[in-house]
């Protein structure tokens, strides 16, 4: 599944969080060889069409844009000067899915994403983003606990 350079595929899952953050740190620091071609993806959570008011469906896409750009900049600014040959890619779609669908497409060796670390309660209820990866990439995942 290696990239045409003879690299891993490796998809990093970010949402300008700590978390992502300590993610792409760990990768960084512990994974990435300089062929590797890394694909960080941010899904953009998708909100129900409001029934009356577009106006309001049109603040909700603007808020998306803003903050599709403020990610895309928080991680052009991380990887500055680094020898890391990536992409970006957003969608409007569920995380979990966004991640899943990308890694296939993209033939990831890996996926390497963050946790909040919620609790088994809370996760029950909540839904955990790395709980559906885990169980629907075709792929290996990491997932990088926060720094104790």
């Not at 008011?53 to 896409?61: F, I, P, T």
């Not at 970006?88 to 899943?100: R, T």
């Amino acid at each position: 599944m290696s990239n045409k350079e003879g690299g891993d595929i490796v998809v990093v899952a970010v949402d300008g969080s700590a978390q992502a953050g300590n993610a792409l740190d760990w990768y960084m620091e512990h994974l990435h060889r300089p062929k590797n071609k890394v694909v960080l993806v941010h899904a953009m959570e998708p909100q129900a069409m409001p029934t009356r008011d577009s106006k309001s469906w049109d603040n909700q896409m603007q808020a998306k844009e803003k903050k599709r750009t403020e990610i895309e900049q928080i991680y052009k600014d991380k990887l500055k000067g680094v020898e890391l040959d990536f992409d970006m890619e957003f969608d409007i779609e569920k995380p979990g899915e966004l991640i899943v669908r990308t890694s296939t497409e993209r033939n990831a060796d890996y996926v390497v994403m963050g946790t909040r670390g919620l609790g088994k309660i809370r996760r029950t209820i909540m839904g955990s983003v790395s709980d559906y990866v885990v169980h629907h990439a075709h792929s290996p995942v990491i997932i990088c606990r926060p720094p104790k």
